[in-house]
């Protein structure tokens, strides 16, 4: 089965940095791009950072662009998220997802999500 698990959350002052990791299973971890979303109490779900299958591509959302970094290792079936400069207003739960196409089966895996508090 296909599992996601995230880690690496915590509180942090504003200013400060943290490293969040999703260990993927159950998938050809290779052959997928990996995503970052990030939903705060009472906000939808936010698409963070992607990054493609080989590592070759990244995207971002413009509130976070300088300041965080979508990193792969394949060899590991693990995508992290590199945090600087955070904000309060980064301030989320954050999921690591996958969008899988098996034949005609199309959909998207979630992980439990891992909790990022910024506040002094």
């Known amino acids: 089965q296909v599992q996601l698990v995230e880690s690496g959350g915590g509180l942090v002052q504003p200013g400060g940095s943290l490293r969040l990791s999703c260990a993927a299973s159950?998938?050809?971890?290779?052959?997928?791009?990996m995503s970052w979303y990030r939903q705060a109490p009472g906000k939808e779900r936010e698409l963070v950072a992607t990054?493609?299958?080989?590592?070759?591509?990244?995207n971002y959302v413009d509130s976070v662009k300088g300041r965080f970094t979508i990193s792969r290792d394949n060899a590991k079936n693990t995508v992290y998220l590199q945090m600087n400069s955070l904000k309060p207003e980064d301030t989320a739960v954050y999921y690591c997802?996958?969008?899988?196409?098996?034949?005609?089966?199309?959909?998207?895996?979630w992980g439990q999500g891992t909790q990022v508090t910024v506040s002094s």
């Open positions: 997802n996958v969008h899988i196409t098996k034949w005609t089966l199309k959909r998207d895996y």
């Open positions: 159950g998938f050809t971890f290779s052959n997928f791009a």
């Open positions: 990054i493609t299958s080989a590592g070759g591509s990244t």
